[in-house]
Every structure is written in structure tokens, then in C-alpha cells.
């Protein structure tokens, strides 16, 4: 499956990176997968996005559950809790 | 006639001029409520030079119609307009307007302060604060979920 990542605030100052495309393997089936899978990448994205930290996901621009099932070319965003207003 | 407005700008804005663009023309209007946050100097003890506004376009007005939409579903409101600013901000800046019109003020009052806490807790934007010791992000506050969560038991 290939989807596009973007990265918002300290999540893509982190990793140094604000978006890019992904093919994932068969079993990335959810956004918690897809989070697990790119630690597995080390440095940065083991620490950026370890388990521990607490991280808000989007799906198609709609804020969501990790559990949520990803969808072909969709678009899925990682950032901080938000702060604005 | 009911009016919704969002804007995403890094412009100031004008609280008079705001106020009567979304009440022009609408005569069954008898109460208008509105919200100002403004940057402060100080935020847990650090002092704050400058503030810079981050926002996801796209997402941040899908999620700013949903929270709209769901206060007219709770309140009889008439109009709303929701202004946040984005980019550098100093101190005593305007960063984010609400206004609600609506025919009677407990109507207009509640709305306008379920958006803002909605707001807080939904809408894609993250501040990073200038202190005399580096640059910083803004955590989350814990009280921000809590006052969220209260209109869900209502």
C-alpha cells in the first residue's frame, strides 16, 4: 500500500522531515502499525515516535483513532497534542 | 440568514469591524459574544519574546467547520466567525477571534465557549515560544481535555 506521511511542530523538527510517500509492507494494516513499522527505521524515528510518546494521528485529514485502518493513497499526519487558540 | 466564517491568516485583526461584518443585514440578532486570546509574556514561568503559530492547511478548516457545525447542532445560534492567526506573534498580539450571534446571549455565550474549548483540544495549530533560554513547543495542557470533556456530558 502507498500513502503519504506528513509531519507537523516538534514530530517533524524531530525527524527533520514534514512529508514524504511510503509503500508499506502487506501487514501495516493500521495507523499503530504504521507507527511501530517506522520505528523500526532507528534514530530519530525510534525516538520521535516511540510508544511512550504521546502522539495525535490524522487520516484524510480527520483526527482518528491509532486503531483505524489505513487506506490506499491516503494522506496520514503524526503531530503533538494540540496548542493553538 | 446565518453566516459562518473561518479564516486562517497571518494578519491581524479588528474586533469592531469583525463584529459588525457578521452582523450586517441579520435583524433577528440580539446578542453577540466574542472571545479574544492574546499572547502573553509569561507562560509557566518562562518569560515569552516571541511566539510562532503552526498549523496543518487543509485539516485545520475541516476540523474548525466540524466544530461550527456541531455547535449549531446544540445551540439556536445565527451567525459565527472564527479568525486564527499563524506565523510570529508578540506579546500582547491578538492571536485567535471567536464571535457568535445568536438571538438570545445563553445561547450565544455557550456556543462561543464550547468552540473555543473545542478549539483547543481539535483544531490543528501548535505553538512554539522564544524564551530568553531557546525555543520551545507548547505542551498540551491537561485542562484543555477536561474543559472538552465536560460538554460531552452535557
Not at chain 2, 510562532?52 to 456541531?70: N, V
Not at chain 2, 445568536?102 to 522564544?130: N, Q, V
Amino acid at each position: 500500500m502507498k500513502l503519504q506521511l506528513r509531519f507537523f511542530a516538534s514530530l517533524r523538527e524531530g525527524l527533520g522531515l514534514s512529508e514524504e510517500w511510503v509503500n508499506l509492507p502487506a501487514d501495516v494494516k493500521t495507523i499503530a502499525q504504521l507507527r511501530h513499522h517506522l520505528t523500526q527505521r532507528g534514530g530519530a524515528w525510534a525516538e520521535v515516535l516511540a510508544s511512550d510518546k504521546v502522539i495525535r494521528c490524522a487520516l484524510n485529514q480527520r483526527m482518528v483513532k491509532e486503531s483505524i485502518a489505513l487506506e490506499e493513497g491516503a494522506e496520514v499526519a503524526f503531530f503533538p497534542p494540540v496548542t493553538g487558540g | 440568514m446565518t453566516k459562518s466564517l473561518i479564516r486562517i491568516q497571518e494578519a491581524d485583526f479588528d474586533l469592531t469591524t469583525e463584529v459588525a461584518a457578521l452582523r450586517k443585514g441579520d435583524l433577528q440578532v440580539g446578542a453577540v459574544v466574542t472571545f479574544v486570546g492574546t499572547v502573553r509574556d509569561m507562560n509557566e514561568g518562562n518569560q515569552v519574546t516571541e511566539m510562532t503559530l503552526e498549523h496543518y492547511p487543509g485539516m485545520t478548516e475541516k476540523a474548525l467547520e466540524d466544530i461550527i457545525s456541531q455547535a449549531k447542532a446544540c445551540w439556536e445560534i445565527r451567525g459565527t466567525l472564527v479568525i486564527h492567526r499563524i506565523g510570529p506573534l508578540l506579546p500582547e498580539d491578538q492571536i485567535v477571534l471567536v464571535v457568535v450571534t445568536s438571538a438570545h446571549r445563553g445561547e450565544a455565550f455557550a456556543a462561543c465557549e464550547f468552540i473555543m474549548d473545542y478549539l483547543k483540544t481539535a483544531a490543528p495549530f501548535w505553538k512554539k515560544e522564544d524564551t530568553p533560554e531557546g525555543s520551545k513547543w507548547v505542551d498540551a495542557r491537561v485542562t484543555d481535555d477536561v474543559a472538552m470533556a465536560r460538554w460531552n456530558q452535557k
